[in-house]
Each structure stands twice: as structure tokens, then as C-alpha cells.
């Protein structure tokens, strides 16, 4: 049982993802003078046609600004963005790529993960939670051809929807793991079913949504980056049929592309996902 000051609360969560932001990161971007200004003068626009269309008060001014001091305070800006944001971003980014669908990143990705070969199972406590799941494919390019010494770098939520090293009491690389395919091109991945993530509601994230009257779910996903010598790396998510979130994603962030299509195992009650990653050339 977590103690009152180990609890997952907004806060702690938000500064591990702010300083994990701040860590692994490059924070500059080779933007002109004359891009800043446009992008900069686009949003301001944005923004001062929206107060002229719904006559914003100076209360609402005011409520605003409180809110986006606590988003700050409670260190969300990488959560706000990303349940936000990002899905646009990533849109954009990918737009012409002809391999497998990419999605958004999130505020929970941790470099160096284990290595865990071709075939393993991702590191979890004795107790841990959740349907078993083995996860397997094969990585290829575009051209078709299986790709061997590809990493497939997964990582996902426990069974009660929490992440190692971003809720406290979880070991640092539960469920977190990276994968070498083998001559083939596949890997096989043990681990268990994640479970729905509900964003954290108790910080200023949570308050725009309650305030809004919007909910705070994420469909149960798989988180990965696959990656291969002269290939371009896909960030993506894999999601589970029937999931009462996939229709309505706070995050806006499942494609029909990323949908699984689990198997009961004959033992164990467990499932059998196959999912296969094409990557393009870099
Ligand atoms: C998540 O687990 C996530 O995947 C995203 C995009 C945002 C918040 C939490
Ligand atoms: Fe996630």
C-alpha cells in the first residue's frame, strides 16, 4: 500500500515527466525570426478571434490565466501537450510516410530500457496484475524485406493503468523492455494486457476536463518505438478491440491501422496478439 505521500498524485507524476522532458530532450529547434513570428502571430490571432466570438469576460481572462500558472506549478505541460497536441504534430510529421502507421509519443516514454533479445518477457513484479499476453511479429521494410537486428522498444501501463518511474512504488523498468528482432526479422514479447488509462484527474490537466464536462480516458494501449539501420524509427500505439475509449480517445490518438486483433490462448487464459511493423527507408 502507498503511503499519503507516495500516492500518484498529478504533482509527483508531472515533475517526473517535466524533468524527464528536460532530460532526454533538445529543447531548440533551428526556427527563423521570420517562422517564429508567423507561427506565433497565427496562434495570437487564434486566440484574440476567439475572445472577440464568444465576448470572453475578464473573469474567464482571469480564471485562464490561474490555470495556466497550475498546469505549470503541477508540472503537466508534457501531459497537457501531448493528450492535446501532439496527435496534430505527429499527423504532420508523418504525413508521407508509406510504412506502418505512426501515433503520438505521450509524457511516459523512458530511454534505455532492458534488453531482452528476440523473445522475452518484459520485467514484472511476482504479484503482477493482468491477462497474460504474448505480443509477436516480424519488423520489415517497405520493400518487403524482413529486417534482422531491428529494436522494438515497448512499454505500457500496469493493471491498474500506472507506469513505472512516473507512479511511485512500481520497480524502474516494470513493464518497459527492448527487443533485438532475430535473423528473421520477429520478435516475441511476454507480458500481460494493460489496462484503460484514465489521465490524472487532480491536477490542472483534470481540472479543464471536469470543467468542461470532458472525460479523462485513454483506450488500453501498447506504447512502442521500432527502429532499424537505414530506416526511419516509428513511434506508434497498439490498441484492443471493444475498448469503450477507442471511439473517443481524450487524446485523439488511435488510427483503424493500430487495432489488434487478440486470440485466446487453449492454456493459461491468456491472449495472443500479432502485429507486424513496416518501416521506410531512412
Ligand atoms: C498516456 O499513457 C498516454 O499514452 C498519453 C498520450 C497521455 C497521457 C498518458
Ligand atoms: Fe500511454
Known sequence: ???????????????SATERFRTDKTHTADTSPERVSLLAREVLEAVHETIRKHQVTYAEYDALKAWLIQVGADGEWPLFLDVFVEHVVEEVANAAREGSKGTIEGPFYAPGAPWLGSEGT???RDSEAGTPMTFHGQVRSVAGKPLSGATVDIWHCDDDGFYAQFAPGIP????????????????????????????????????????????????????????????????????FPGDPHNDDDIATAVKPELMLDPKKTEEGGGIDVEYDFVLDPA
Do not use: C
Open 122 to 124: 518484459l520485467p514484472m
Open 172 to 239: 524502474e523498468w516494470n513493464l518497459r523492455g527492448r527487443f533485438e528482432t532475430d535473423e528473421n526479422g520477429n520478435f516475441t514479447i511476454h507480458t500481460i494486457q494493460p489496462a484503460p488509462y484514465q489521465i490524472p484527474t487532480d491536477g490542472a490537466t483534470g481540472a479543464i476536463i471536469r470543467a468542461a464536462n470532458w472525460h479523462a480516458w485513454r483506450p488500453a494501449h501498447l506504447h512502442l518505438k521500432v527502429s532499424a539501420p537505414e530506416h526511419l524509427l516509428i513511434t506508434t500505439q497498439l490498441y
Open 1 to 15: 500500500m502507498t503511503s499519503i505521500d507516495e500516492k500518484a498524485t498529478a504533482a509527483a507524476t508531472g515533475a
